[in-house]
């Protein structure tokens, strides 16, 4: 185990080197690795220079949340400890990150849905900390196969949302969400998702670089709020508070406070866009007039559509959403440009990305919205499935 | 840091409130205390908790009362509330104070002592969860018991009123039985929860059950349960708080309701470990006490 005192200018408390976000994800040369998801986030984690995480078991993310308590182990993570669930997971995380830690956890699926509440509250008392959300289906019935529909309930909970398609993008991104969710003028929590299994569990090469630098500490007295550590004056003398009065102050305020939440996450854009490298990433034939509009795994298999359909003569391209919170609405427009017709491919039952896509296209762009293929359950989503959405709808309009 | 956080930027002195300049004047701050702070100091120096919106009369806020004059140094406590009448309280509070969700305080105030004692490695810091019967005995019954099991050096305060008072008066788990109250119109079904007891079993060096009848008495018992977690372990108070509307009293009837109360269902409970024990003994040859 490491001491917090143990740090100095240039060294954490592990030793490794500090280092800016742009140096880590940017110029460090990198090697070449072959590792799981769950293995990477590992990787990611241990050059973060992470205060504190809380761990709970639940498929597929489980593994995760061994990997970051083997790191605490190791002296990488400050504290670690296995909470009694979902519900107080989330909890000691709000405690731990109220208390000005750097906080990272884990949770699936109906872990998710067990833990709900705490979300907004995260993002009420405008917490940093990231959540790792590694998608799995919703009981009942009992499921551990790879569906996102937990994804669709987090929407609205003032949480940044990205989403990672494999497993580089799994490092790269988890490292920068704490960059982007400590921008003081930022600062709300982050979840970031990848599909369970099909990432969190397959081998892939991978890029990283080297594990003797790490990023420069979370600086909590940069926090909007001060942090809960009675080193700073506390707020204190309200006359009425708030919360319990029915009356214009406290109208006010949660009105104020709400939007300022959202506010919040409408400004990490410019953050996200440079780390991400643009907040929608597209592939495929540019001047296509059909493009697949996805996000996660759901990308790489509209990514094998759209060169199975090249083949037969039939010009598709894939635009990938990297963030759903902020919702990347004039990128996606951009990228729509000339497009006819849109095809939404999801891994889940109620089509929460083509209901989104909707949203933000309604009385802004003319092209058709299929929402399919849509499998759930953790069907997979094979090239021929998605290729004949298409031909269907295609063929449909006579074509 | 501790008690500069309290000093007032000299640019600013003239603006300030009465109440601010009184907090940085004429506090009971620990650090400048030749013994430990106590509830004599209440009439004569600035109390921590600056007014409170409770009914007339409410026993809740003259505990609470009780139990900020005792905190041993109030300059370095965190206190973790949860929903419920306390939730009025805590904004007029002069120290760090959390307000979380309903039920979940000793899990966010597990976050917070773990990474206290992170951060601050040389630094004595106390946690202290103050919420109502509901959240301690009810919804937040889990994390309670289990910040119990973990041996969390976090003291838990549940003022029990047996009843859910703020949401207008229904049964809780540390209602009597046989009483009548909201969604339990034919009297309660089974027996008062002793809490004090689930927290011996669970791991607590230090539980008591008593009323806030007697100040002093109260005042002792959270300056030792304090004193206990902060070296040893989890430690817990259940204290009589009668909600005096739901029970059909009078303003002036709390002190009452708790007198009759400290030989019946609140009649003195404590249990101290025996390295807890042996502890306080050398925290009193020390004057700490």
């Given at each position: 185990?490491?001491?917090?005192?143990?740090?100095?200018?240039?060294?954490?408390?592990?030793?490794?080197?500090?280092?800016?976000?742009?140096?880590?994800?940017?110029?460090?040369?990198?090697?070449?690795?072959?590792?799981?998801?769950?293995?990477?986030?590992?990787?990611?984690?241990?050059?973060?220079?992470?205060?504190?995480?809380?761990?709970?078991?639940?498929?597929?993310?489980?593994?995760?949340?061994?990997?970051?308590?083997?790191?605490w182990?190791?002296?990488?993570?400050?504290?670690?400890?296995?909470?009694?669930?979902?519900?107080?997971?989330?909890?000691?995380?709000?405690?731990?990150?109220?208390?000005?830690?750097?906080?990272?956890?884990?949770?699936?699926?109906?872990?998710?849905?067990?833990?709900?509440?705490?979300f907004p509250?995260?993002?009420?008392?405008?917490?940093?900390?990231?959540?790792?959300?590694?998608?799995?289906?919703?009981?009942?019935?009992?499921?551990?196969?790879?569906?996102?529909?937990?994804?669709?309930?987090?929407?609205?909970t003032?949480c940044?949302?990205?989403?990672?398609?494999?497993?580089?993008?799994?490092?790269?991104?988890?490292?920068?969400?704490?960059?982007?969710?400590?921008?003081?003028?930022?600062h709300?929590?982050?979840?970031?998702?990848?599909?369970?299994?099909?990432?969190?569990?397959?081998?892939?090469?991978v890029?990283l670089?080297?594990?003797?630098?790490?990023?420069?500490?979370y600086?909590?007295?940069?926090?909007?709020?001060?942090p809960?550590?009675?080193?700073?004056?506390?707020?204190?003398?309200?006359?009425?508070?708030?919360?319990?009065?029915?009356?214009?102050?406290?109208?006010?305020?949660?009105?104020s406070?709400?939007?300022?939440?959202?506010?919040?996450?409408?400004?990490?854009?410019?953050?996200?866009?440079?780390?991400?490298?643009?907040?929608?990433?597209?592939?495929?034939?540019?001047?296509?007039?059909?493009?697949?509009?996805?996000?996660?795994?759901?990308?790489?298999?509209?990514?094998?559509?759209?060169?199975?359909?090249?083949?037969?003569?039939?010009?598709?391209?894939?635009?990938?959403?990297?963030?759903?919170?902020?919702?990347?609405?004039?990128?996606?427009?951009?990228?729509?440009?000339?497009?006819?017709?849109?095809?939404?491919?999801?891994?889940?039952?109620?089509?929460?990305?083509?209901?989104?896509?909707?949203?933000?296209?309604?009385?802004?762009?003319?092209?058709?919205?299929?929402?399919?293929?849509r499998?759930?359950?953790?069907?997979?989503?094979?090239?021929?499935?998605?290729?004949?959405e298409?031909?269907e709808?295609?063929?449909?309009?006579?074509? | 840091?501790?008690?500069?956080?309290?000093?007032?930027n000299?640019?600013?002195?003239d603006?300030?409130?009465?109440?601010?300049?009184?907090?940085?004047?004429?506090?009971?701050?620990?650090?400048?205390?030749?013994?430990?702070?106590?509830i004599?100091?209440?009439?004569?120096?600035?109390?921590?908790?600056?007014e409170?919106?409770?009914?007339?009369?409410?026993?809740?806020?003259?505990?609470?009362?009780y139990?900020l004059?005792?905190?041993?140094?109030?300059?370095?406590?965190?206190?973790?509330?949860?929903?419920?009448?306390t939730?009025?309280?805590?904004p007029?509070?002069?120290?760090?104070?959390?307000?979380?969700?309903?039920?979940?305080?000793?899990?966010?105030?597990?976050g917070?002592?773990?990474?206290?004692?992170?951060?601050?490695?040389?630094?004595?810091k106390?946690v202290?969860?103050?919420a109502?019967?509901g959240?301690?005995?009810?919804?937040?019954?889990?994390?309670?018991?289990?910040?119990?099991?973990?041996?969390?050096?976090?003291?838990?305060?549940?003022f029990?009123?047996?009843?859910?008072?703020?949401?207008?008066?229904?049964?809780?788990?540390?209602t009597?039985?046989?009483?009548?109250?909201?969604?339990?119109?034919?009297?309660?079904?089974?027996?008062?929860?002793?809490?004090?007891?689930?927290?011996?079993?669970?791991?607590?060096?230090?539980?008591?059950?008593?009323?806030?009848?007697?100040?002093?008495s109260?005042?002792?018992?959270?300056?030792?349960?304090?004193?206990?977690a902060?070296?040893?372990g989890?430690?817990?108070?259940?204290?009589y708080t009668?909600?005096?509307?739901?029970?059909?009293?009078?303003?002036?009837?709390?002190?009452?309701e708790?007198?009759?109360q400290?030989?019946?269902?609140f009649?003195?409970?404590?249990?101290?470990?025996?390295?807890?024990?042996?502890?306080?003994?050398?925290c009193?040859?020390?004057?700490?006490?």
């Open positions: 185990m490491s001491r917090i005192t143990d740090m100095t200018d240039t060294h954490n408390w592990s030793g490794q080197k500090l280092v800016t976000a742009d140096h880590m994800l940017f110029d460090a040369p990198r090697e070449k690795h072959f590792m799981t998801g769950s293995e990477v986030l590992k990787e990611a984690i241990k050059r973060c220079t992470v205060d504190a995480s809380v761990s709970y078991p639940i498929t597929p993310q489980s593994e995760a949340a061994h990997l970051i308590g083997e790191l182990a190791e002296g990488y993570v400050g504290t670690y400890f296995r909470g009694e669930n979902e519900f107080g997971v989330m909890s000691e995380v709000a405690g731990c990150a109220m208390a000005g830690a750097r906080t990272v956890t884990t949770t699936s699926g109906p872990g998710t849905l067990r833990a709900m509440e705490n509250q995260w993002s009420g008392t405008r917490i940093p900390c990231q959540l790792v959300l590694m998608a799995r289906g919703i009981n009942s019935p009992l499921t551990i196969q790879p569906d996102n529909l937990e994804v669709s309930f987090m929407l609205e003032g940044m949302i990205w989403y990672a398609e494999n497993v580089q993008e799994l490092f790269d991104m988890s490292i920068a969400a704490f960059i982007v969710a400590e921008k003081p003028d930022v709300v929590p982050i979840v970031t998702v990848v599909d369970g299994f099909f990432v969190s569990h397959t081998r892939e090469s890029m670089p080297a594990d003797d630098i790490a990023l420069f500490p600086e909590p007295y940069k926090s909007p709020l001060p809960i550590d009675s080193e700073t004056p506390p707020g204190r003398f309200l006359r009425d508070p708030f919360v319990m009065k029915s009356n214009y102050i406290s109208y006010a305020t949660h009105a406070w709400q939007w300022e939440v959202r506010s919040a996450v409408e400004r990490s854009r410019p953050y996200a866009e440079h780390f991400l490298n643009g907040l929608v990433h597209t592939t495929g034939n540019e001047d296509a007039t059909i493009a697949f509009v996805t996000c996660g795994t759901a990308s790489h298999q509209a990514k094998e559509a759209q060169r199975d359909l090249e083949k037969q003569g039939i010009k598709t391209k894939v635009i990938k959403l990297r963030t759903i919170r902020p919702f990347p609405t004039k990128e996606l427009l951009a990228a729509l440009d000339g497009v006819t017709d849109v095809f939404v491919p999801e891994f889940n039952v109620v089509g929460w990305l083509e209901k989104e896509v909707k949203t933000a296209l309604y009385n802004k762009h003319s092209a058709a919205i299929v929402g399919g293929p499998v759930a359950g953790g069907m997979s989503m094979p090239s021929e499935a998605i290729q004949k298409v031909f709808h295609i063929n449909g309009k006579g074509a | 840091m501790a008690i500069d956080i309290y000093k007032i000299p640019e600013f002195r603006i300030m409130p009465k109440e601010i300049i009184d907090l940085e004047e004429n506090a009971t701050w620990a650090q400048n205390q030749e013994k430990p702070r106590g004599k100091e209440l009439p004569e120096t600035k109390e921590i908790l600056e409170h919106s409770l009914c007339a009369g409410c026993p809740e806020a003259a505990a609470l009362r139990v004059s005792a905190l041993p140094k109030p300059e370095e406590t965190i206190i973790v509330n949860s929903t419920g009448c939730s009025l309280m805590f007029h509070i002069a120290l760090h104070t959390v307000h979380s969700l309903f039920g979940n305080q000793n899990a966010v105030a597990t917070i002592r773990r990474v206290l004692d992170w951060r601050f490695p040389d630094t004595e106390d202290v969860v103050l109502g019967d959240a301690t005995v009810d919804i937040g019954l889990d994390y309670t018991l289990q910040s119990f099991f973990r041996q969390e050096n976090i003291t838990t305060i549940c029990d009123n047996e009843v859910y008072a703020n949401t207008g008066g229904q049964e809780s788990g540390a009597p039985k046989g009483q009548v109250f909201k969604m339990a119109p034919t009297g309660k079904k089974f027996e008062k929860v002793k809490m004090w007891e689930l927290a011996v079993t669970s791991g607590c060096h230090y539980s008591m059950n008593m009323t806030a009848s007697a100040p002093k109260v005042a002792k018992a959270v300056r030792e349960a304090i004193l206990v902060r070296e040893i989890p430690t817990f108070l259940n204290i009668p909600c005096i509307l739901e029970i059909g009293l009078s303003a002036n009837e709390g002190l009452g708790m007198k009759d400290d030989k019946d269902r009649a003195s409970f404590k249990h101290v470990s025996p390295e807890a024990e042996e502890f306080l003994k050398k009193k040859a020390e004057g700490k006490l």
